[in-house]
């Protein structure tokens, strides 16, 4: 898949008639959307399947890690459900993410996008210092983790919009940063502690934003989407 600012609605919903009912009210517009574990666990390959045949691009956003083997065939059977991007844990270490790569990609040698998570952003310093032996500095630890990933072959990764311009800046411009934490200037933060909006994360240099609840908990969740695209896009 060509790399192509864009922004990605979070599809954050335990069932098909919920995700069903919110994108039936774009009417034509056809939005890239995010399938996460809540989901794909509540709904299966299906819910792929049918929200794919709608005309929507999908991140199924499923994480993986295991096993390089268990990751390879995992990969197979995804990208067979012809999804756009998925992800892995890039503390999988490179033989997995290479692992993955080889799955993923298509007797015709097409595969779905493929995007690294680092550290989560949930993980703290302290934590991983703590719990995970990992003595360096969560920026450096991230940015080693992304340079990885673009070793093995990754697309990209999943990253705070705050460290989407470091990113490229350590893995070239071509290397893909998909990032969460966008708010609205005049919008809720929620739970989100590290957000910005969707014009600064353009400027920052991010190539899709990750959002869920400005668009699926707004009043008019198309015209919030709409909002959205103008801002960072541009259109
Ligand atoms: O509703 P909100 O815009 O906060 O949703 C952001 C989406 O991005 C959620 O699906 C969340 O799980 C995901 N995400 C995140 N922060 C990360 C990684 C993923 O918010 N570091």
Known sequence: MEKKRDVIIACDFSSKAEVMAFLDKFGETRPFVKIGMELYYAEGPAIVKEIKE????????????????????????????????????????????????????????????LIAVTQLTSTSEERMKKELLIDAPIDEVVMSYAENAKKAGLDGVVCSPLEAGKVHARCGEGFVTVTPGVRFADGDIGDQSRVTTPEKAREIGSDYIVVGRPITAADDPKAAYERCMKEFVGQ
């Open 54 to 113: 709608r005309g929507h691009k999908i991140f199924l956003d499923l994480k993986l890690h295991d096993i390089p083997n268990t990751v390879k065939k995992s990969m197979a059977v995804l990208s067979r459900l012809d999804v756009d991007m998925t992800n892995l844990h890039a503390a999988g270490t490179s033989a997995m993410m290479e692992a993955a790569i080889e799955g993923l990609t298509r007797p015709d040698g097409t595969r779905p996008m």
